[in-house]
């Protein structure tokens, strides 16, 4: 399968994103259907952008850290800051490390989330900014919250977030995503 579709939509979302009407486009399929490796040729396509940001991370099976995909995301942003890093962002990435050692931080609180997306939004303010989270059928329930959290958010932003998950996954015990789904 070619997934012409699926890189016109993801082209699409990213100048909507460029113009400051940002969204989240997921993309589920079977084990093998080749959504791991859109996201990669989408992702290095934006490599030769211009003034596009991005970063990219990875749920993993089993490995369920409280908002860990964000947390990599952010350590990507901040080895990405030019000559003046952000150091809010790397206070985050350190709180965020943190909340990952403190099982009652399993759940974050709102003003957790608004730190987050504030870091996101200032990334945002100078370019368009793309987040890809691959594998979200094993993101943790504070991850797929924050997605939830991010998408009431997100429409008047320059941002685009592009996620795929697993369909055959969605209904098991350890997956979260059929709430976000």
């Not at 970063?55 to 901040?78: H, W, Y």
């Not at 943790?140 to 932003?157: G, N, Q, V």
């Amino acid at each position: 399968e070619t997934r012409e579709r699926e890189r016109t939509l993801l082209a699409s979302a990213r100048r909507d994103a460029a113009e400051g009407r940002g969204r989240i486009v997921l993309f589920g399929g079977e084990a093998g259907a080749g959504k791991s490796r859109l996201l990669r040729q989408f992702e290095a396509g934006l490599s030769s952008s211009a003034r596009t940001l991005y970063a990219a991370a990875r749920c993993v099976d089993f490995v369920q850290t409280p908002l860990g995909p964000l947390r990599e995301l952010l350590q990507s942003l901040a080895r990405q800051a030019s000559a003046a890093p952000d150091s809010r962002i790397r206070a985050l990435v350190e709180r965020l490390r943190f909340e990952h050692d403190d099982p009652a931080a399993a759940v974050p609180s709102g003003a957790l989330f608004e730190i987050i997306d504030g870091a996101f939004t200032r990334c945002a303010a100078d370019a368009t900014l793309v987040l890809i989270v691959d594998d979200l059928q094993w993101a943790d329930r504070s991850t797929l919250a924050f997605l939830t959290y991010a998408a009431d958010r997100i429409e008047r932003r320059r941002m685009l977030i592009a996620g795929a998950y697993r369909c055959d996954d969605v209904d098991t015990d350890r997956s979260r995503l059929g709430s976000f789904a």
